[in-house]
Nanobody, 119 residues
Framework: VQLQASGGGLVQAGGSLRLSCAASGRTFGTYAVGWFRQAPGKEREFVAASSGSTKYAEFVKGRFSISRDNAKNTVNLQMNSLKPEDTAVYYC????????????????WGRGTQVTVSS
């Protein structure tokens, strides 16, 4: 499975962005897909994941929404009410099993997309 994240950019606080993760592979629908982020000087952290169910980090609940279109092999992350602390490189990853907040649960990783939120 190859993954490509896109949709990042510069946005003002309170604004919105929609990230997309495009995947190759006919069995993509059987994989859990997660979004992680890494800010400068910080460790990578879990944001959201989707399989048959969804899972969110506490700090994005009510602001971010993950959705997937298996027919198009894409998983989207709608990010609303963005805050400067959401600034990071966002990565999508795929792995077998249920949605997980642990990066070690994911076998495949795409290149990240930069999200910058100005105050």
């Amino acid at each position: 499975v190859q993954l490509q994240a896109s949709g990042g950019g510069l946005v003002q606080a309170g604004g919105s962005l929609r990230l997309s993760c495009a995947a190759s592979g006919r069995t993509f629908g059987t994989y859990a897909v997660g979004w992680f982020r890494q800010a400068p000087g910080k460790e990578r952290e879990f944001v959201a994941a989707s399989s048959g169910s969804t899972k969110y980090a506490e700090f994005v609940k009510g602001r971010f929404s993950i959705s997937r279109d298996n027919a198009k092999n894409t998983v989207n992350l709608q990010m609303n009410s963005l805050k400067p602390e959401d600034t990071a490189v966002y990565y999508c990853a795929a792995g077998r099993g249920p949605p997980s907040s642990f990066s070690r649960s994911y076998e495949y990783w795409g290149r990240g997309t930069q999200v910058t939120v100005s105050s």
